[in-house]
Nanobody
Framework: QVQLVESGGGLVQPGGSLTHSCAASGAMFSRHAMAWFRQAPGKADEFVATISRNGGRLDYADSVKGRFTISRDDGKKTVTLQMDNLKPEDTALYSC????????????????????WGRGTQVTVST
């Protein structure tokens, strides 16, 4: 079992930055691939970014590539999403998710592959 708690959401102006963190508790964090998803009002869940177990493989949605950076610290059991050059269309509830995988498992963008979820925190990009 892995419990996930996000922090770092808030209100920011277009072009600004936010650092979104997810703290995990429970066993074997290092054996889980981690991801961020977001959901805007009235829209379906959208994949944002994922990082493999050892941090060696990253994948980003085209909409955030070049602006967002995902990273992990297995010693601290945290995964971080650095969001730069934010746009109004980035406004959403951001949730982190975890899935237990083997070391060589390919990245997954499918929310149904992730068994553990945080409750999410709101990011609003507006003037």
């Amino acid at each position: 079992q892995v419990q996930l708690v996000e922090s770092g959401g808030g209100l920011v102006q277009p072009g600004g930055s936010l650092t979104h963190s997810c703290a995990a508790s429970g066993a074997m964090f290092s054996r889980h691939a981690m991801a961020w998803f977001r959901q805007a009002p009235g829209k379906a869940d959208e994949f944002v970014a994922t990082i493999s177990r050892n941090g060696g493989r990253l994948d980003y949605a085209d909409s955030v590539k070049g602006r967002f950076t995902i990273s992990r610290d297995d010693g601290k059991k945290t995964v971080t999403l650095q969001m730069d050059n934010l746009k109004p269309e980035d406004t959403a509830l951001y949730s982190c998710a975890a899935r237990h995988t083997i070391l060589t498992a390919p990245n997954s963008r499918a929310s149904q592959d992730y068994a553990y979820w945080g409750r999410g925190t709101q990011v609003t990009v507006s003037t």
